[in-house]
């Protein structure tokens, strides 16, 4: 998921450029590149200071495609880092009930364990351990 989020950004930064250029082309009140990719940026980000705006017809269309990808964009980009955090917090919780899968498991496992021992015990009667003196040793 990591890697969608450095696309989006990547994706971001190529249309900034794009949209720098093209203002910086379209527009002559923009002497710069520097200038273009401010109105690119305020344009794409919808926020509009109002210190640049478009004034030729050909730059309002390109303003209208600047907002249309910058709002795709910048869903992309926030889509993203949602998806890092729900990730993590989805890994948590199976990792927590991964857990208490294996604490059941243990718990069942000792519990047979138990019962295997009272049945040998039953079966075979009580086991005699190599501590104690055997009748048969005595002199």
């Given at each position: 998921m990591r890697r969608g989020l450095w696309?989006?950004?990547?994706?971001?930064?190529?249309?900034m450029l794009f949209g720098g250029a093209g203002f910086w082309m379209l527009e002559p009140q923009v002497n710069t590149l520097?200038?273009?990719?401010?109105l690119a940026f305020t344009t794409a980000?919808?926020?509009?200071?109002?210190?640049?705006?478009?004034?030729?017809?050909?730059?309002?269309v390109f303003a209208a495609l600047m907002v249309l990808l910058g709002l795709a964009v910048l869903s992309l980009v926030t889509a993203s880092l949602?998806?890092?955090?729900v990730e993590q917090e989805v890994e948590d919780e199976v990792h927590t009930e991964e857990r208490q899968i294996e604490h059941e498991l243990m718990r069942e496992i000792r519990?047979?364990?138990e019962q295997v021992r009272a049945l040998d015990q039953r079966l075979n009667?009580?086991?005699?351990?190599?501590?104690?003196?055997?009748?048969?040793?005595?002199?």
């Open positions: 696309y989006s950004l990547a994706l971001c930064l190529v249309i520097q200038e273009g990719l401010w980000a919808t926020v509009g200071y109002g210190d640049m705006v478009p004034h030729t017809q050909a730059g309002r949602a998806a890092i955090f519990a047979l364990r009667g009580p086991v005699h351990t190599a501590t104690q003196p055997s009748e048969k040793t005595r002199p």
